[in-house]
């Protein structure tokens, strides 16, 4: 599908572009592709101010501190996939992506310090994926399915005191550590008319189920006499668990031909991301009793709302070696009062160039808008949430460029 091209991968919650087999589709008998995209989002937080200033359980006021961070890194996200066909009716795609992610580090000089100093979010994703086409009138009707396998890890850290800065026995940083793994399925279906370039296909990506969530909460930092967190033992490591869930998805592509040489393509996306509200994790010595804000150690706040996506675009074949495209993307971002996820704007405009009929490189770039928003206090489920930190942010740019190379025989 030629709106491959322009992708940005720049949506909202974890999502780094999250699941794609358009190589599936691929005409070729096999063929193998390998690409990467590198994102570079620019949101700057300001006017920010602590707002928890008390030694416990604030961390201690930081509002001597700048008032403005740099919040996001730079990431890059890599893909590789294996497509076959079997006869004239199967199919088959093996991929790996790293379809979710995150990694901010405004770092421990700010006011915002007591909420985050880095953050980063990996995921490694396995996939297989076939589908049965047969003839339907004047196309091809294809039934897909598949079956991915998904690793999670990641940590956080920020501050949980200053003052063992004053007694000049830690630097008061509290890290946490987490990872799991677990199995997902995906099924849809698509319709295909070759002769006028036209597709239509519909897929479902099921939850992920994080439910043997384990890992540490590093406190050896924190020397205090105080206790930081919920009566966390400080000065030691707690080995803690929880439960999560990657969001389920779907997604419906659309493309047609509408003149020699031309087609229009777009796509809307839902992705479940409210499944992501606050992740309780609790020491593993309560394992046996449910992990809830009650007996929590810590928790990871997210309180995501859904996102959606939306694209449409245009491409153009030029002559048998050269083709191009250009897209429009807007994303409704899954923050809605805390954190720094508004909606995004994004132009996308790519190339592809095939030297032979056995290779295609593809090379494309997108540049976009972060809208403006704030962050602050937020109620949900009667539990209130961001009184730790409150930040605006303006209108930011982000840009990415990507490039693969497809060899198909």
Not at 59 to 88: C, M, Q, S
Request: glycine share 12%.
């Amino acid at each position: 599908m030629i709106s491959a091209l322009t992708q940005p991968a720049l949506a909202g919650g974890l999502d780094r572009g999250g699941y794609n087999i358009d190589q599936l589709f691929d005409a070729s008998q096999f063929s193998v592709q390998s690409g990467v995209i590198y994102v570079m989002p620019q949101r700057k937080l300001k006017n920010v101010r602590d707002t928890a200033t008390s030694a416990y359980p604030g961390g201690g006021n930081l509002n001597n501190r700048p008032n403005t961070a740099d919040d996001t890194e730079n990431y890059a996200i890599p893909y590789v996939g294996l497509k076959g066909g079997f006869g004239d009716a199967v199919d088959c795609l093996l991929d790996y992506s790293e379809p979710f992610g995150a990694h901010t580090n405004p770092g421990a000089n700010w006011a915002g310090a007591n909420n985050n100093i880095e953050t980063k979010i990996t995921t490694h994703n396995y996939g297989a994926t076939c589908s049965y086409k047969f003839d339907a009138g004047p196309g091809e009707f294809r039934i897909i399915g598949g079956t991915f396998y998904q690793e999670v890890e990641g940590f956080k850290e920020r501050l949980v005191s200053t003052v063992p800065s004053l007694l000049g026995t830690g630097n008061g940083v509290g890290r946490l550590d987490l990872e799991d793994s677990g199995w997902g399925w995906r099924a849809g279906v698509a319709f295909e008319i070759p002769e006028y370039a036209l597709r239509a296909s519909l897929m479902y990506n099921s939850r992920v189920k994080y439910d043997s969530l384990s890992g540490t909460v590093d406190l050896t930092q924190v020397r205090a006499p105080i206790a930081p967190l919920n009566a966390a033992p400080f000065g030691v490591v707690t080995n803690v668990y929880g439960e999560a869930e990657a969001p389920d998805s779907l997604e419906l592509k659309l493309q047609s031909g509408i003149a020699p040489d031309w087609l229009a393509f777009g796509s809307v996306k839902w992705t479940n991301w409210s499944v992501l509200q606050s992740i309780a994790l609790c020491p593993v010595a309560t394992r046996g009793t449910s992990c809830t804000a009650k007996n929590q150690l810590t928790s990871l706040d997210l309180l995501y709302q859904d996102g959606w996506t939306v694209t449409g675009g245009i491409g153009h074949k030029f002559n048998d070696q050269w083709s191009g495209a250009v897209s429009v993307t807007w994303d409704r971002g899954t923050s809605h009062g805390y954190g720094a996820q508004t909606d995004s704007w994004t132009l996308g405009v790519g190339a592809a160039y095939s030297p032979t009929e056995n290779i295609e490189w593809r090379l494309a770039g997108a540049v976009g808008v972060l809208t403006s928003g704030s962050s602050g206090v937020l109620t949900e489920g009667g539990v209130t949430y961001g009184n730790d930190v409150s930040y605006d942010f303006g209108n930011d740019l982000v840009a990415a460029i990507s490039t693969s190379i497809k060899v198909k025989f």
